[in-house]
């Protein structure tokens, strides 16, 4: 588990860079142009393939209905599954039953300019669009860290 604050990330990860994704019905997404009413945004940097991604995901879905009353964070999971995997995405979302919003980063094109080397990687986006707290890894309890950062710019 590492934890980074904002005085620890190099200031061109302040904000988004200008890059277009898919979302899971195939529509071009620009991250900068991701929105959510000035509320906080969380990012979150996943695989198909891995365990730890997945028990995240799984206890952060358990508390997004809770975190979203108090916040109105929204939650964007972004995979980073390759060409040959990526069509396991969005059936393993809706086998899930997770209400997150879906992106597709296959060339990994995003992950790279904000220095996503391993997942889960996890950033907290504040209502102005600056990156404000990151996290890599998972073990079982991170995400009352993520909570707590996240009820810190709320």
Known sequence: ???????????????????????????????QDIDNDSNPII??????????????????DDLYEEWKEETNVKIIIISVDDSRSSAKVK???????????????????LA????VITVPHTFLINGEGKIVYEHKGYITGDEDELYEQLKLIK
């Open 112 to 115: 790279r300019q904000l220095n």
């Open 43 to 60: 990012l979150n940097f996943w695989a198909t393939w891995c365990k730890p991604c997945k028990n995240e995901l799984n206890n952060i």
């Open 1 to 31: 588990m590492i934890c980074i604050g904002i005085t620890d990330v190099n200031a061109q990860y302040k904000t988004l860079p200008n890059i277009t994704l898919k979302d899971l019905d195939g529509n071009n997404v620009n991250i």
């Open 91 to 109: 059936p393993y979302i809706n086998s899930m039953g997770w209400t997150f919003e879906g992106l597709s980063d296959p060339n990994r094109e």
